[in-house]
């Protein structure tokens, strides 16, 4: 089975400061998406970045980014240059290629301070 | 471009009592259909999907259903609430062929007493 590890419950990083969250993931699948969504206070989910296990490229939009180790199974979100607004719950999930089922991990509590 | 809606926001509700909640997403056609479940502090759990009118499957056994009457309509319901219930539920959907992105909606918060 698929599972998803998000090893730190909360987090917390300076204004204009970069921060780097942990996800590592389990799958027996050969080819699957990884993504990173954010949840505010509003709750509503919003997707951050995706990747995808095949390309070797990290994938990268505007100030978050992320390295994608394959091999580690790992996926971590760098966010630079951090900025009140990014104040959210991040949740990792994977899902395998050509299927509808997302495993997510249990959050990433993140504080931006002034 | 797509929007998804969901009704109430917030609701309370005795044990007991019915439940309905409604999805709609604007803007796509055919889209695949997701009810999430987020207890407390807690990750997501899928509920149910659908990758069509009148085409359900669940996830998890529970006092819970959920239907789709319309294309791009989706309502999760219950006959009696339990206090277990109780939780924040997100409507997702992804484009029809495409699974590999799912996007969500505000939610509903919803509080059994």
Known sequence: AQTVTQSQPEMSVQEAETVTLSCTYDTSESNYYLFWYKQPPSRQMILVIRQEAYKQQ???????????????K???????????????MYFCASSPKGTYKYIF?????????? | SQTI???PA?????VGSPLSLECTVEGTSNPNLYWYRQAAGRGLQLLFYSVGIGQISSEVP????????????????SKK??????GFY??????????????????TRLLVL
């Open chain 1, 58 to 72: 990290n994938a990268t939009e505007n100030r978050f980014s992320v390295n994608f180790q394959k091999a580690a």
């Open chain 1, 105 to 114: 991990g249990t959050g990433t509590r993140l504080k931006v301070l002034a």
């Open chain 2, 5 to 7: 809606h969901q009704w």
């Open chain 2, 81 to 86: 609430l339990l206090l277990s219930d109780s």
């Open chain 2, 10 to 14: 917030t609701l309370v509700q005795p």
């Open chain 2, 62 to 77: 529970q006092n819970l259903s959920a239907s789709r009457p319309q294309d791009r309509q989706f309502i999760l319901s």
């Open chain 1, 74 to 88: 790992s996926f971590s979100l760098k966010i630079s240059d951090s900025q009140l607004g990014d104040t959210a």
């Open chain 2, 90 to 107: 997100l409507c997702a959907w992804a484009p029809a062929g495409r699974l590999e992105t799912q996007y969500f909606g505000p939610g």
